[in-house]
């Protein structure tokens, strides 16, 4: 018996030492593989109702401590007050906090009201805000950790559900599209209430869709504007300039003047 004990602990022990001996080669492949592998937290997470998404905003946002990048390319409406303020006072003690604060906004915005005086709170109080036509992606981005962005996964959900994500590089791609965004912007000074022009903000979005190649259907869809409300505004623009089909409209828009605002 004692010597069939020690066989099975020296036959142990020789395993043992095998293994021991491939150390050296898995510690030679970590170069290739680690790297690769470098684990940035959970994913994603799915926020299945408006209430979810602002309350995981505000969690996030009250502890901004260097950065906090948004881009809403929804067509501006009349909010609460009490809502609007609210959003106002924590952009005001995020930048009091020393974050950096910008804000992309489409340049139907320029023309909305409350908007409009919104903007004018938080650029006072020190924030970086920016306007352009065309669709482009909603997004939040908070200390280059936390990205929130719209529900493009769960068919049929609330159309205000949204993901937060803290993969690094999921989060570090999105800053990129918004730096490409944010130069391609003008600052919202540049195109305050005032500046002459022959179209408006929505107009231009709609004009750069169609320009791009999309039905009216598509840019509809694209800008998160109703059919109904494209065709309007092109009804409108036609009028206003004295043409009568929307081919005139493109070729007068290709060299306007009007393209160079936001």
Same mark, same amino acid.
């Given at each position: 018996?004692?010597?069939?004990?020690?066989?099975?602990?020296?036959?142990?022990?020789? #395993? =043992? =030492?095998?293994?021991?001996? @491939?150390?050296?080669?898995?510690?030679?492949? !970590?170069?290739?593989?680690?790297?690769?592998?470098?684990?940035?937290?959970?994913?994603?997470?799915?926020?299945?109702?408006?209430?979810?998404?602002?309350?995981?905003? +505000?969690?996030?946002?009250?502890?901004?401590?260097?950065?906090?990048?948004?881009?809403?390319? *929804?067509?501006?409406?009349?909010?609460?007050?009490?809502?609007?303020?609210?959003?106002?006072?924590?952009?005001?003690?995020?930048?009091?906090? *020393?974050?950096?604060?910008?804000? $992309?906004?489409?340049?139907?915005?320029?023309?909305? +009201?409350?908007?409009?005086?919104? &903007?004018? #709170?938080?650029?006072?109080?020190?924030?970086?805000?920016?306007?352009?036509? +065309?669709?482009?992606?909603?997004?939040?981005?908070?200390?280059?950790?936390?990205?929130?962005?719209?529900?493009?996964?769960?068919? /049929? !959900?609330?159309?205000?559900? /949204?993901?937060?994500?803290?993969?690094? *590089?999921? &989060?570090?791609?999105? @800053?990129?599209?918004?730096?490409? $965004?944010?130069?391609?912007?003008?600052?919202?000074? =540049? &195109?305050?209430?005032?500046?002459?022009?022959?179209?408006?903000?929505? #107009?231009?979005?709609? $004009?750069? @869709?169609?320009?791009?190649?999309?039905?009216?259907?598509?840019?509809?869809?694209?800008? @998160?504007?109703?059919?109904?409300?494209?065709?309007?505004?092109?009804?409108?623009?036609?009028?206003?300039?004295?043409?009568?089909?929307?081919? #005139?409209?493109?070729?007068?828009?290709?060299?306007?003047?009007?393209?160079?605002?936001?």
């Amino acid at each position: 018996m004692a010597h069939g004990l020690m066989g099975a602990a020296l036959t142990e022990l020789q #395993q =043992v =030492v095998a293994r021991i001996h @491939e150390i050296p080669t898995l510690e030679g492949l !970590a170069s290739d593989y680690d790297p690769h592998r470098m684990y940035g937290g959970p994913a994603s997470e799915f926020l299945p109702t408006r209430d979810a998404m602002n309350g995981r905003i +505000g969690d996030v946002s009250a502890t901004a401590s260097s950065s906090v990048l948004t881009a809403q390319p *929804g067509a501006p409406a009349d909010r609460d007050p009490r809502v609007v303020a609210l959003g106002a006072q924590r952009t005001v003690d995020t930048l009091d906090a *020393g974050a950096e604060v910008q804000s $992309l906004y489409t340049s139907a915005a320029v023309s909305h +009201g409350q908007t409009a005086a919104y &903007v004018g #709170q938080i650029i006072e109080a020190g924030a970086q805000v920016r306007t352009m036509s +065309g669709a482009f992606p909603r997004m939040m981005i908070v200390d280059g950790r936390h990205l929130f962005v719209s529900n493009y996964v769960v068919a /049929g !959900a609330d159309n205000d559900a /949204g993901w937060h994500v803290t993969d690094r *590089g999921c &989060v570090a791609w999105a @800053e990129q599209v918004f730096g490409a $965004l944010w130069d391609r912007a003008a600052r919202w000074t =540049v &195109v305050a209430p005032g500046v002459a022009s022959a179209t408006s903000g929505r #107009q231009r979005q709609i $004009l750069v @869709e169609l320009e791009a190649g999309y039905t009216k259907t598509q840019a509809a869809k694209r800008l @998160e504007l109703g059919e109904r409300t494209v065709t309007a505004e092109l009804s409108a623009l036609r009028a206003a300039l004295g043409m009568r089909t929307l081919y #005139q409209v493109m070729a007068w828009w290709a060299t306007s003047p009007d393209r160079a605002l936001p």
